[in-house]
């Protein structure tokens, strides 16, 4: 059976729905798994972000095993790993149990986080990369709303939380389905020699001409022996290793976990009641999606560099208008408003910009031969960020304050300006192989030209 071209790309995204959901799905559930369970405070945090270190270990695995067996297979593996952790996690007797499910489960997680976009980014044409590649926060965002509402529509039932957790189970079932439907990623077909292969499946995807066009390029760029972790540091992928890796860290570390994680928190923190925050987290999950459907229909109008910059400098001072607003209001009537309105501000501008640019670029920039092992290691670098920022919330918003905390982060969030204008390179409009041979040259400075001219734009 052949998909047709927007179901390859649905199924090709679809781990990101259950990457948003399993990781969302934990802000309302642990409430009754630690009333259950019994759990302390300790262990019910254990709970919550052991699926990070699950999530480190898919994203240093994942992406070289599918530079060796391909993407499709790691997709179907990673589909697999989410269905029986999010059954494992439901069906958990004691927290143990939970534990290892929920680590189990974060393996799919963090394959996942690498492995979506580099599928997308190596199926998609390159003057449509950003806005397909995008589909995975698209996906991650609308995961995490089903999450929400999971979690206020299963709050009274007796297996509350079961429910909740073990929901995920079903869209990985589809994936898992849809993956043996997948074809392969053609790139990854010709590097191991089957170039009618890839070629069949381009032309599903593309005219004749530009399935032509691009088999030749991607033949250019598939001699290449494969790499190896030392190639990854080598002195020519320098640049995407900078650039990969700042974006990765500074991505978490301007905060949009504690908005996610912690938003009914933060919420409360403002004058809403707990009620009242869980169904404002639903609002703000429709708002994720919404502002993020405008984004990827957006995402390959406007430089990567540019979304970047804006994006920052909006979140940057949507903290600052948020600590001011903690500052001067306290606890006044009306406080909870401007919570949420600055919130609000903050998410649409992460969803429309860190939010899908930071992974569509990560899958842009690597040269084909360590594309697997350095997308795996920068994903890796973002989910031990996750992981500090998501530990050392509670700890830190309790030691210097609310306040404090909030201008933190937007002064990260101006550094993130200055980083991205010094360090990352342009990749709108240009093939995979054009930007690899800008590394090869030592010209990646010059994908930043405005007048800039590029094969793919000429197809």
């Given at each position: 059976?052949?998909?047709?071209k927007?179901l390859?790309y649905?199924?090709?995204?679809l ?6 959901y399993?990781t969302?799905?934990?802000?309302g559930?642990?409430?009754?798994i630690?009333?259950e ?13 052991c699926i ?7 994203a240093?695995?994942?992406s ?11 997709v ?7 269905f029986?952790g999010?059954?494992g996690?439901?069906?958990?007797p004691?927290?143990l ?10 393996i799919?997680?963090?394959g996942?986080s690498a ?10 044409p390159?003057?449509?990369?950003g ?36 929901f995920a189970?079903?869209?990985a ?7 043996i ?7 990854y ?5 089957k ?7 381009l ?7 530009e399935?032509e066009?691009?088999?030749?390029e991607i033949?250019e ?7 190896r ?8 992928v320098?640049p ?6 700042g974006l990765?860290?500074?991505?978490q570390w ?7 994680y912690?938003?009914?928190?933060i ?8 009620t009242?925050?869980?169904r404002t987290q639903?609002?703000l999950?429709?708002?994720?999606v ?7 229909s957006l995402?390959d109008?406007?430089d990567r560099?540019?979304v970047?910059?804006v994006?920052?400098l909006?979140?940057?001072?949507s903290?600052f208008?948020l600590s ?6 306290g ?8 919570t949420?309105?600055f919130?609000?501000t903050?998410?649409s ?6 939010g899908p640019?930071?992974?569509v670029?990560?899958?842009e ?28 919330f ?12 909030f201008?933190?982060?937007?002064i990260?969030?101006?550094i993130a300006?200055?980083?991205v ?8 409009g ?11 040259k030592?010209e990646?400075k010059?994908l930043?030209?405005?007048n800039r001219?590029s094969?793919a734009?000429?197809?």
């Amino acid at each position: 059976m052949r998909l047709s071209k927007n179901l390859i790309y649905f199924f090709g995204a679809l781990g990101g729905l259950l990457f948003g959901y399993d990781t969302g799905v934990i802000a309302g559930a642990q409430i009754f798994i630690q009333q259950e369970l019994q759990l302390s405070d300790a262990e019910i945090g254990f709970v919550v972000s052991c699926i990070l270190i699950g999530a480190v270990v898919g994203a240093v695995l994942i992406s070289p095993l599918s530079d060796r067996y391909g993407r499709k297979k790691m997709v179907i593996l990673t589909a697999f790993i989410f269905f029986i952790g999010a059954l494992g996690s439901a069906l958990s007797p004691d927290v143990l149990s939970l534990i290892i499910s929920r680590m189990f489960l974060g393996i799919a997680v963090g394959g996942a986080s690498a492995l979506v976009p580099m599928y997308l980014a190596e199926l998609a044409p390159a003057n449509q990369r950003g806005s397909l590649s995008s589909l995975n926060q698209l996906m991650i965002m609308i995961g995490m709303l089903l999450a929400y509402i999971a979690n206020y529509v299963w709050r009274d039932s007796p297996i509350g939380w079961e429910l909740m957790l073990g929901f995920a189970a079903v869209p990985a079932l589809i994936l898992f389905i849809g993956g043996i439907l997948l074809p392969e990623s053609p790139r990854y077909l010709v590097k191991v020699g089957k170039r009618e292969e890839a070629e069949k499946i381009l032309l599903n995807i593309r005219t004749k001409s530009e399935a032509e066009a691009e088999i030749l390029e991607i033949e250019e760029q598939s001699h290449i022996e494969k790499g190896r972790l030392k190639d990854v540091f080598s002195k020519w992928v320098r640049p995407s290793v900078i650039a990969a890796f700042g974006l990765a860290i500074l991505q978490q570390w301007m905060g949009c976990n504690t908005v996610f994680y912690y938003a009914p928190r933060i919420l409360m923190s403002g004058g809403t009641d707990a009620t009242s925050a869980i169904r404002t987290q639903i609002i703000l999950g429709v708002f994720y999606v919404i502002v993020t459907v405008v984004a990827v229909s957006l995402m390959d109008r406007f430089d990567r560099r540019k979304v970047l910059m804006v994006g920052a400098l909006a979140m940057g001072l949507s903290f600052f208008a948020l600590s001011a607003a903690f500052h001067f209001e306290g606890n006044k009537d009306g406080f909870h408003i401007f919570t949420f309105i600055f919130l609000a501000t903050y998410i649409s501008s992460f969803c429309a910009t860190w939010g899908p640019v930071m992974w569509v670029m990560i899958g842009e920039i690597f040269p084909l031969k360590i594309r697997g092992l350095a997308v795996g290691i920068a994903s890796l670098v973002n989910w031990v960020a996750n992981w500090t920022v998501s530990v050392s919330f509670p700890v830190l918003e309790a030691k210097i304050g609310d306040v404090t905390l909030f201008i933190s982060f937007g002064i990260i969030c101006i550094i993130a300006v200055f980083f991205v204008k010094r360090f990352v390179f342009e990749t709108r409009g240009y093939t995979l192989e054009e930007i690899e041979e800008a590394l090869v040259k030592d010209e990646t400075k010059k994908l930043n030209d405005k007048n800039r001219t590029s094969v793919a734009k000429a197809i």
